[in-house]
């Protein structure tokens, strides 16, 4: 079970509204403060002026170092960020306890060999996901709505394919420290380190706290056609810690999925390997079935290795 340990009014159940209300002004702020000292950074970090990094942002993606300034920019205001948030809420408002001493003990080989397989699984299984959301379709009635989706998939498609369009070494290394560790390490201590255990607290069910917590992680990113796929993905970290009470797991599985796929990126700019991001065309029903079994099967290990032993496991 999480760990969450805080006597802060307003932390309590009772609570809850306020609590919401003060995590989305906190989250924003804080993600709108370091995205601009992250943009007031970057002219001179890149050679680049803030006009071109607006450029980029409306989809002139021409400006030399683009890539690079694009990516610390998102690194500081996005990666960083969510973690910053997370401090600020836990410790100076919830003044919560995530007790490390017990958490970090909790890792060892056996638990992360199993969260590498099951991240594996995942990853084959989200493939038929990702293929059943490009289907989307909504009524006819809902034409408007349908096209201002797709526009902004396009757009947010196009982001992801020049942040990723890898031409150095170096790009690829930042590749994988803004998009695998940064995000991983951020985005799980925002919504698996603080928002899940208060989504467990208000509901009174483990489960219904990682799916409530899975949709606003998906939700958030604001692909339409990639909100399945995410919302799988929230629900498969979300339960490593749920069953661990380890933040460690759910931080290496994200990690883990997000530098593959750069690596797959990278290797398909360079010829070694046929992969396509924006493909969605098909999908291969073995590899999702397998993918599937070896996560369930992942899965119920893992939950089997991690039972509770007595110790503090949640006092929000």
């Known amino acids: 079970m999480e760990i969450y340990e805080t006597d802060s009014e307003i932390g309590n159940r009772k609570s809850w509204l306020l609590s919401l209300i003060v995590i989305v002004l906190v989250g924003l702020g804080v993600l709108i403060v370091l995205q601009v000292i992250a943009l007031a950074v970057a002219p001179f970090l890149f050679n680049i002026s803030i006009e071109e990094i607006m450029a980029l942002m409306t989809g002139d993606y021409s400006p030399d170092n683009g890539r690079m300034a694009m990516l610390f920019v998102q690194g500081i205001g996005s990666g960083i960020g969510f973690w910053v948030a997370a401090y600020v809420i836990m410790h100076f408002i919830d003044k919560a306890d995530l007790h490390w001493e017990i958490q970090i003990p909790r890792f060892n080989a056996q638990g992360a060999g199993l969260v590498l397989l099951i991240t594996l699984g995942g990853m084959l299984f ?29 757009q947010l498609l196009e982001l992801t394919k020049f942040l990723t369009d890898f031409q150095t070494i170096p790009e690829l290394l930042m590749g994988l420290l803004v998009i695998g560790v940064l995000a991983g390490i951020g985005e799980e201590m925002f919504f698996r ?45 979300g339960y490593l810690y749920l069953y661990s009470g380890s933040m460690t797991y759910p931080i290496l599985a994200h990690i883990v999925n997000n530098a593959f796929t750069v690596l797959m990126v990278y290797a398909s700019n360079q010829g070694m390997i046929d992969f396509d991001i924006e493909s969605t065309d098909a999908v291969s029903y073995p590899a999702a079935i397998l993918g599937l079994l070896v996560l369930m099967a992942g899965i119920f290990y893992f939950k089997k290795i991690n039972k509770p032993n007595g110790e503090l496991e949640q006092g929000v």
């Open 126 to 154: 989200n493939g038929l996901l990702v293929y059943l959301n490009s289907q989307l379709v909504l009524p006819e009635s809902m034409s408007g709505v349908e096209s201002w989706m797709k526009e902004m998939e396009q």
């Open 193 to 237: 380190g603080l928002i899940q255990p208060k989504m467990h607290l208000y509901t009174g069910n483990g489960h219904a706290g990682v799916w409530i917590t899975a949709f606003i992680f998906s939700a958030i990113h604001v692909q339409f056609y990639g909100f399945l796929p995410r919302l799988f993905l929230g629900g498969m970290f």
